[in-house]
């Protein structure tokens, strides 16, 4: 019984130390890859990977030997994962893609459908899902990850924060993960929408330290509006105010930053705090659906450039009027341009029709994108001022009355 | 026998005279020096008395004999008998006098220190209660000690400590049972309960257990406590010790049984439970929303002391993945160039620290904090510098350890640094995976335990709602109903 018992115990004990441990890997084993870049190549695929550096990245302490805390390489493939692979001959380590930050898609790749490499990044049980997709505007995905960024050490974790930021506070340009794509994609009525960036400035030494070197670095990474998709294919590019009226409509705008003209001339800054929005359907005679994007914000004054009096609360009235007014008519024509331009969905109204009215949908169902076109879409506005800051007549007005 | 030898039959199978008798305890005793043979003629007898220098002092026997001197003049040799009767009953004055009718109880009654009086004639001997041991004052409790509290801490002394018990509860209820445990040591063991509140069937068991030890000696309360205790291979603790007066007056209240022994300051409780270990009798001293926190506190300490560096092993070496990017480069940079795998590294600093930790107590006390101390930081820091160990491993061991002392029972802790080491191996094979199939047969083992047959995990597992007022938290006393798992 004794020896039995001894026995099974050092089995067990050599089945934990004689099966190798499988899968392990050291942290020192590993090159973390921050950011993947995706472009066309003449046999397949031209991948790009930024990976850190991290005797340079993270020790403080450790050898410096001058190099940069990021390295990127570059090699081609029939497929991504065989690029991937191909990379190995020329990084000293193991890839690690579970931390990708950003895929970056060239602009040239993404015209032409990204649905293949959609495919590899969904496979992937390495890849999270929660990175963020971006188009390069009128460039090389290389090109992109191949820029010293200030502030952050390593690029991609700059470009991340900075889709974050730009994104929560100035929202005139999109934030999409992975996730957030395949879900658009899969959709019958709505098509998906990517962010973009460009480069900015001087990209003769853009890759090297001297970039970010001088006060005003040469060159700079640039979110650049909304790329849209039909399907898969990039069809072409939102400015600022088209990509704000997506993220109003996709309910993903957080604050943001408008101004209007003032009642009696002058200009009047307000930030917006808060909105929602929501699609509300009726179906007309015809029997064809109309939408109406209902938004509902709040706003705070920021600035006024006028001398409008404050203390009363029909001058509040006014301005959040001429705010709604503004919405109203200026989403409107941005939701039309969209319409007119493109015959992509991206505001997913097609989906709206499709969970309010299923047996409708079913006639739309084929031929949506073509009846997107000429569906009309209006919006309806209700903006409220909160607060108007710290003083509250305007400046002008105050120095008149001195 | 020797009183075949003697004309005179007596009463009892002692020898006839005083002669016969000294040559006969010397055979016994031995010719040790310490053993003090002094002759008395006390009127009509010639006496003698035995005790051993040192654990006895009969200076107030022989002064009462010789004052009353004129007693023994009236004892009748012929009634030989009666002499006995009257010393016991008029002359002795001190407290505790027994007759003993044999060698061999006289022999013990010497050995523990009480002084043998033999009167030729009479029937048997007297045995009176001089123990007079020298012994260490009470003194602060090292081993647990409170900021709020009584300081007093159990001594070697097995009266003194009863005593310092009964204090605390000067109730009827109160009883001690005493044996003698040990064939060559012969260690007096008292077993301390409330008649009224103890559960029968546990005491009966502790009893059942204790006639059952076989046990040649007993220097310390852990050679009980691994006679007692339940399963021999587990990691737990299944009985408390220790050495607070008021932690076992408490227990005793709380229906539980102590077993204090001769010679160790260390009381032992049964049965014992788990959530025990992790509550200090000062949470009962403080503000009870305080003392809530920290023994929530000691709960994470267990928590933290247990898993640190198994987690970190598992995360950094299979779970990448898991660790926050930022942080992530900040733990690469670091382990850049260390040359040993992650679970190599926190083993060499695990076994490091537990050198210094038993180095630490061997030390004299005046060098042995600051060595610990700056031994700790000076190879902590020198590793890190000479790039063997990375700066965040000394991290996970420093507050493992740390965590490790916050617990306020010493044996819980032990059972820690055990299974700590067992989780390290298995987080460096088998990864977070491991570790989990690791904590549920380790929550399993828990739940199987038993102390005394009431159920190791008490109040969590089988749950009692009533009990969690005093698990986790402290309630205060108004809200508070003591709980006691009677099985």
Sequence with gaps: ?402 | MTEKQHPEKRQDDLPGTQALFQEEMRRRLGSSTDIIYRFLALGPFSAVIIFIEGMADPQALIEALHRDLSLFSEIDGAEPARGLKLLKERTITLGKVGEVHTLEQIEAEILSGNTVLYIEKAAGALSVGTENLKQRAVEDATSQSVVRGPREGFTESLRENTALVRRRIQNPQLRIEERKLGTATCTAVSVMYMEDRVDMTALEELRRRLNAAKLDSVLESNYIEEMIQDKRYSPFPTVYNTERPDVTASALLEGRIAILVDGTPFVLVVPALLVQFFQSSEDYYQRSDFASLVRMLRYLCFLLALLTPSFYIAITTFHQEMIPTSLLISLIGQREGIPFPAFLEAFIMEVTFEILREAGIRLPKSIGQSVSIVGTLVIGQAAVDAGLVSAAMVIVVAITAIANFALPAFNVGISVRILRFVLMGIAASFGLYGMVIALIILALHLCSLESLGVPYMGSFAPLRRGAQKDTFVRLSQRMKKRYFNRS
């Design chain 1, 1 to 402: 019984m004794y020896t039995k018992s001894l026995g099974c115990i050092l089995l067990l004990i050599s089945l934990t130390v004689l099966s190798g441990c499988w899968s392990r890997r050291e942290l020192n084993d590993l090159a973390i890859v921050m950011a993947l870049g995706v472009d066309l190549d003449k046999d397949g695929y031209a991948v790009s990977a930024q990976v850190m550096n991290p005797g340079q990245a993270g020790n403080l302490t450790g050898g410096s030997n001058g190099s940069l805390p990021v390295v990127t390489y570059k090699a081609t493939g029939r497929t991504i994962p065989e690029a991937l692979q191909r990379m190995l001959s020329t990084t000293p380590r193991d890839l690690y893609l579970a931390h990708v930050r950003v895929l970056v898609f060239g602009e040239a790749y993404a015209r032409q459908g990204v649905g293949d490499a959609i495919d590899f990044l969904t496979r992937s049980h390495e890849l999270r899902t929660d990175f963020f997709l971006l188009v390069a505007k009128h460039t090389e995905a290389i090109k992109i990850l191949d820029v010293i960024t200030p502030f952050e050490q390593i690029p991609a974790n700059s470009l991340y924060s900075s889709i974050l930021v730009s994104h929560k506070n100035w929202a005139g340009t999109g934030k999409v993960t992975l996730q957030q794509f395949i879900v658009e994609l899969e959709r019958g009525g709505s098509n998906p929408i990517m962010s973009g960036v460009q480069l900015q400035g001087d990209t003769s030494e853009q890759g090297s330290l001297k970039n970010v070197q001088s006060v005003i670095p040469k060159s700079l990474i640039k979110q650049a509006g909304i790329a849209v998709f039909k399907k898969d294919k990039l069809i072409g590019w939102l400015g600022e105010a088209p990509s704000k009226t997506v993220n109003y409509v996709l309910n993903e705008v957080d604050t943001t930053e408008g101004s209007i003209d003032s009642p009696d001339g002058g200009v009047a800054g307000f930030i917006i705090t808060d909105a929602k929005s929501r699609i509300r359907i009726s179906i007309n005679e015809k029997n064809e659906p109309e939408f109406v994007i209902q938004l509902k914000a709040e706003a705070n004054l920021t600035t006024l450039h006028s001398r409008l009096d404050l203390s009363r609360t029909a001058s509040i009235k006014e301005l959040e009027q001429r705010i709604e007014e503004k919405f109203d008519n200026l989403m409107a024509a941005n939701i039309r341009i969209v319409q007119e331009k493109f015959d992509s969905d991206i505001f997913g109204l097609g989906e709206e029709l499709h969970r309010q009215y299923p047996k409708l949908w079913r006639s739309y169902r084929k031929h949506w994108d073509e009846s997107f076109q000429s569906v009309k879409v209006s919006v309806k506005s209700d903006v409220a001022i909160r607060r108007i800051g710290s003083v509250v007549q305007p400046q002008q007005k105050e120095m008149e009355q001195k």
